[in-house]
């Protein structure tokens, strides 16, 4: 409305200097023709008569044009209309510029549909695939890790096939967590996964995820302090965030040695709350910071370590999805920071 209100205003400031430039125009004319000739009252009249004319004649113009325009300008709209609610143009094509545009935006918008019909065909297929991926590989795994825990208990068996079965055991774990981590990255992906973002205090995301990694933390010697007034709060979905601090926090207790110490500090500002999860762990190269958020990246001393480099790609998704973000800062011997940031509204 306020832009059709400002093209008004434009289009009638250029009739106005239109119609002063047209009058300034037959003035002059008019001037110069009773300079040129001798003072005769009739030619006087007849000048007024003639610019009268020539403003009068301007202003049907104008008024023929401005009428012409704006039952274009309807007949437009009515067809967008028509067309964005799927009806057909109701007179037959005709050799002109206006029914011409109107079977091409129709044609245009019944493309537009078909392409999202085959796109939402396509979205529910992937959906099926990733349901058969995750129902399909559940009880395979699971009869291995069962099998490799009975072939564990089972008594006489030598060092060297109790080896084989935990490297059996462990390598079952670590497909089974990589499958469930791909299906879930497809699936929020994908959009079957809806995050609902609200605000809700941050203290009760964070201990969920903290109580996932204590138990790894002690096992290497590794203090975990956090610093989080129950005040500070965000607007986020605290399953899938939680699901995403967990990534940073298990990375953090992954690659910081024993006896280390990992932190947690949570503040809030008027556009966006910060979590940083600070480790004091082997570092990332300065050259590898800007990489380290890809999917299956992992930096060179990070191959010796367990994982696929899909943690922190599938947290950034995560946060990306309730308009916040992610950065990352480390010195190589010293320790990394990831910091997340949370929108308050």
């Known amino acids: 409305m306020k832009k059709r209100q400002l093209y008004r205003s434009s289009r009638n400031a250029g009739v106005l200097i239109y119609f002063l430039l047209l009058l300034l125009i037959v003035i002059l004319y008019a001037a110069r023709v009773i300079a040129a000739a001798e003072w005769d009252p009739k030619l006087l009249g007849s000048t007024v008569i003639f610019i009268s004319s020539v403003l009068v004649l301007a202003l049907l113009r104008e008024r023929a044009l401005r009428r012409r325009f704006d039952a274009m300008t309807d007949s437009v709209e009515q067809m967008v209309d028509g067309a964005m609610h799927g009806r057909k143009p109701s007179a037959p094509f005709e050799e002109s510029r206006l029914s011409a545009l109107e079977h091409r935006l129709f044609r245009y918008i019944e493309m537009n549909q078909a392409s999202e019909q085959s796109l939402e065909a396509e979205k529910n297929n992937i959906k099926a695939l990733l349901s058969d991926i995750s129902h399909q590989t559940k009880t395979p795994l699971a009869n291995i890790m069962l099998y490799s825990q009975l072939l564990d208990e089972k008594p006489g068996a030598d060092e060297d096939s109790r080896f084989l079965v935990s490297q059996i055991a462990a390598q079952s774990d670590k497909l089974d967590w990589l499958i469930a981590s791909l299906v879930k990255l497809s699936r929020l992906e994908a959009g079957m996964i809806a995050l609902h973002a609200a605000p809700a205090p941050v203290i009760q995301t964070l201990s969920r995820a903290l109580t996932q990694v204590y138990t790894r933390a002690e096992a290497k010697d590794i203090a975990i302090s956090t610093d989080c007034s129950s005040q500070v709060a965000a607007r986020h979905d605290p399953q899938w965030t939680a ?21 947690v500090q949570a503040e809030s500002n008027e556009m966006f709350t910060r979590i940083d999860v600070t480790d004091t762990g082997m570092g990332i190269p300065a050259a590898e910071l ?56």
């Open 243 to 263: 699901e995403a601090l967990f990534n940073l926090l298990e990375n953090a207790v992954k690659y910081t040695a024993a006896g280390g110490t990992i932190t």
């Open 290 to 345: 800007e990489h380290i958020f890809k999917r299956f990246y992992r930096g060179q001393a990070a191959r010796e370590y367990e994982g696929v480099g899909i943690g922190l790609f599938l947290s950034r998704e995560i946060v990306n999805r309730q308009g916040g973000f992610m950065q990352a800062s480390s010195t190589v011997g010293e320790g990394t920071r990831i910091s997340v940031y949370l929108p308050q509204n």
